[in-house]
């Protein structure tokens, strides 16, 4: 552990986690300034809050004075490492450290790290709530809401931190070091250089760099880039699968879910497939992941079987419906903004077909530019929100005008191909079609399921 | 959320030009071959432009086949069967050049087991190892049990004897292990295992040590061993810059030996220049390019050990073909995928692009 009493640290960027770190710092006693790139408008609900605890504040960009006579710079996980200013700091000598390995060196306990390109935020809700449910001391944050920093003043030598990491937050650690690692999956997402896909995969393994042997990693067996991070690793790995058996780890056999914990113990049958509420392949990934996880953890096999039978995916919070011809459908019907509707398209890497539209909320569309070129292959429109859409999106992507919700998803549905994904986020309220977004919800779902019976072949 | 995207373009018309600059160029090598032989020019290329046509066929077929209905126990059984009985028939047939290498029913159809059982070792491998990308450690349950198939298949065509095969299928056999997670040193075990059989082989089969020589120094014995290799020689200078123009090669005129097929590349660079050979090559690195590209962004491990296994199968015969051609290694006997004559390799050949096709759908 570091000691922090009267050190100069500078907190880069203040988001959510930069604030917690800012905060964290100062209590430690550091003389801590924060600098953002933002104006002091943007910034002026945190500001009094800093200023009251003694910290120094800069708004609208960093001074390169700013950056010197430091003893330790933090880094929130939006900076890019690569500006001049840090890399001038750097060949200086001065440790630059992001806000994960910051909350490293003082969290308490032990750590169960989950990563991987989609599903982090699910399996780690659900492996906080397995661990909650059999009555381990469990704290969970990371991307999940709550910054990791935060978590360090209730932690204590018996707390599992169960955390989500993102592959920024992994570039810039050195002993961030998890007693169990997941990797649920590294897809190219919206990358398209191989180069930087190699680059960002290399960041994810971060997260077991600092194991040793004493510690589990446990890796996708379908996803050919997670499983081969096994090379790799200096830990114990274990593998999960929907498709076949691994030597050590969770798969599916005969319609359950099963865990074994090393090659000649008994396979132990964890639960059965059917009794698992989150639907769709990728959420049966999830649950395996979480299975294996809190069994290295020390869950028994019986209280990780309530947990996950207990576990509900929120209703209309990108809510799987069904697959049908391959096709998979999501409702959304809470996202009634545009940040909302971002978050949701983010959950999937690409082959999107978004439904958008309702009532409009004098919201700024343009906002998903980048999103929907990288992920979504085509816009449907509904409600009044329509028009105003239409012209702020012409050209970004390709646009259906379609009136009604009715109307979008059959539209959506014979257009998708296998593979991809039909989305409910409309990113505007409902009250013009609708009594309110969980009816718009209920009502899309209804549709789904309409069509459903269309199709002997769809899969459960 | 395995996103469909279309077949890649690229490869699909690389390979397509491939086969075409193919029968082009054995119609030019063959043409006075079998005008003498046959009495007719078209004798050689008609008949490869048949298994072209059909390959071509099978490969628009398999490339709407999704790749991971190859996964099926059965399928994988039945195939590793099927390859050795062939692989085994092939003794009971009159040789040819002093080698067991062809199948034949009656004068018209032949067909050489030895080229199935490339994609067929690259299709096991990935069955067997996806499995077990966990387990690249275990050598006793798993890397000795991955290596029997191939080594079988391996022994078999040595027998034959077409020790060029052989040495492709170990080459793409030790690629795909070290793929799925294989430490470097268990190459070197294998290595270090097969290398006093292979030096028996190279040594004490007269004409190959004879050629071995011929390549260490090729003025030994120009008319015999080192024959092959001064022909080509003479005919990759003799192209110079621009070539002497299609259907002018000289070489080809029975001085050249295998014009149309081991040393066909020869005959390019006679005929097209350097610009037509470093075409050709450029055209073979855009299809090994587009194919690791397929490999390494389908998320399925199968599909991606298949998709590396039949690219790394077309690049290193390319690659061994052009060396024996330019007499950077000893002669061997390597068909160049998808140009040289030769109905199976060009069919089988087709037929494998067909199951890589199909993966670069699932490749983001």
Redesign the interface.
């Known amino acids: 552990m570091m000691e922090l009493k009267g050190k100069k640290v500078l907190v880069v960027g203040l988001g959510k986690s930069g604030l917690a770190a800012a905060l964290f710092l100062r209590r430690r006693g550091a003389q801590v300034t924060v600098s953002d790139v933002r104006s002091a408008e943007a910034l002026a609900k945190d500001i009094p809050a800093l200023l009251d605890e003694g910290i120094m504040v800069e708004t609208g960009g960093h001074g390169l004075l700013t950056f010197r006579r430091q003893d330790l710079i933090v880094i929130s996980p939006g900076v890019p490492l690569n500006t001049p200013e840090l890399a001038q700091v750097k060949s200086f000598g001065l440790p630059v450290i992001g806000e994960l390995e910051l909350a490293a060196r003082f969290l308490k306990g032990k750590t169960l790290a989950i990563t991987g390109s989609?599903g982090k935020t699910t399996t780690t809700a659900l492996v906080g709530e397995i661990l909650q449910k059999a009555g381990v001391p469990t704290l969970v944050g990371g991307n999940i809401g709550v910054p990791v920093v935060a978590l360090i003043e209730q932690s204590t030598d018996e707390t599992w931190s169960v955390l989500e990491v993102s592959s920024f937050q992994l570039e810039s650690t050195e002993q961030f070091h998890p007693a169990i690692a997941v990797i649920l999956?590294i897809?190219?997402d919206h990358l398209d250089r191989?180069g930087s896909?190699e680059s960002y995969a290399m960041a994810k393994e971060r997260i077991f760099a600092a194991q040793n042997e004493h510690d589990f990693v446990v890796?996708n067996?379908?996803?050919?880039?997670a499983?081969?991070a096994?090379?790799r690793s200096v830990a114990k790995?274990y593998?999960f699968?929907v498709?076949?058996?691994?030597?050590?780890?969770a798969w599916v056999e005969d319609g359950f879910l099963v865990y074994r914990s090393a090659k000649d113990e008994p396979v132990e049958k964890v639960m059965p497939l059917h009794n698992v509420p989150l639907k769709g392949a990728?959420n049966i990934e999830n649950v395996l992941a979480a299975v294996c996880a809190s069994r290295l953890a020390g869950v028994s096999s019986e209280q990780i079987r309530n947990a996950v039978e207990a576990f509900q995916a929120v209703e209309h919070r990108l809510e799987y419906v069904a697959t049908i011809n391959g096709v998979?459908f999501y409702n959304d019907s809470k996202a009634t903004n545009v940040d909302a509707t971002a978050k949701a398209i983010a959950s999937?890497?690409?082959?999107i077909h978004l439904i958008l539209g309702g009532k409009d909320k004098n919201s700024d569309y343009t906002q998903l530019s980048q999103l929907l070129r990288d992920r979504v292959r085509a816009v449907y429109t509904i409600g009044s929100a329509a028009a105003k859409i239409e012209s702020e999106l012409r050209g970004v992507v390709s646009i259906l005008s379609c009136e009604t919700l009715d109307k979008a998803v059959s539209a959506a549905a014979s257009e998708a191909?296998?593979?991809?994904?039909v989305l409910l986020a409309p990113a505007c309220s409902s009250f013009d079609q609708f009594e309110n977004y969980e009816h718009r919800g209920r009502v899309f779902k209804e549709l789904v399921s309409e069509r459903r019976g269309w199709n002997v072949w769809q899969r459960a | 959320m395995a996103a469909r995207v279309g077949i890649d373009k690229w490869m699909f018309f690389t390979t397509l030009l491939l086969v075409v600059v193919g029968l082009v160029m054995v119609f030019s090598a063959s043409a006075v071959v079998a005008q003498e032989r046959y009495n007719s020019p078209y004798a050689f290329v008609g008949r490869q432009a048949g298994w072209a046509v059909a390959g071509v066929l099978a490969m628009l077929f398999l490339m709407h086949v999704d790749a991971k209905v190859y996964k099926s126990t059965r399928f994988i059984y039945s195939a590793l069967a099927v390859t050795t009985l062939l692989l085994v028939a092939v003794f009971f047939f009159p040789g040819s050049h002093n080698t067991h290498r062809w199948i034949r029913f009656g004068g018209l159809f032949t067909f050489q087991p030895s080229e199935i059982a490339k994609p067929v070792v690259v299709i096991f491998l990935a069955w067997f190892l996806h499995t077990r990308l966990d387990q690249m450690r275990d050598w006793k349950h798993t890397l000795l049990k991955a290596a029997a198939m191939p080594v079988l298949f391996m022994l078999l065509i040595v027998k034959q004897p077409d020790l060029g095969t052989a040495l492709v299928i170990a080459g793409v056999a030790a690629m795909l292990l070290l793929l799925a997670g294989m430490e470097w040193k268990y190459l070197g075990v294998a290595a270090a295992v097969a290398l006093p059989p292979l030096i028996a082989l190279l040594v004490l089969v007269p004409w190959r040590f004879k050629r071995l020589l011929a390549f260490w120094n090729p003025d030994l014995d120009p008319q015999g061993a080192a024959f092959h290799i001064n022909q080509s020689l003479i005919a990759v200078g003799a192209g110079g810059l621009t070539g002497r123009g299609y259907m002018e090669g000289m070489q080809k005129l029975f001085y050249l030996p295998e014009a149309s097929t081991d040393f066909i590349f020869a005959n390019i660079a006679e005929e097209l220049g350097f610009i037509g050979s470093i075409a050709i090559v450029l055209l073979f690195a855009v299809f090994g390019a587009r194919g690791l590209r397929a490999a390494f962004r389908t998320q399925d491990p199968f599909c991606r050990l298949v998709a590396f296994g039949i690219t790394t199968t077309i690049l290193l015969q390319a690659f061994f073909n052009i060396s024996v051609v330019l007499s950077l290694v000893p002669t061997k006997g390597i068909p160049l995928p998808l140009i040289s004559s030769g109905g199976t390799s060009v069919f089988v050949t087709l037929a494998s692009i067909g199951i890589l096709l199909n993966i670069t759908r699932t490749a983001e």
Do not use: Y
């Open positions: 989609n999956n897809t190219p191989h896909f890796l067996a379908d996803n050919a880039r499983a081969q096994a090379a790995v593998f699968s498709e076949h058996s691994v030597l050590q780890g990728h998979e999937f890497s690409s082959g191909r296998p593979g991809e994904v």
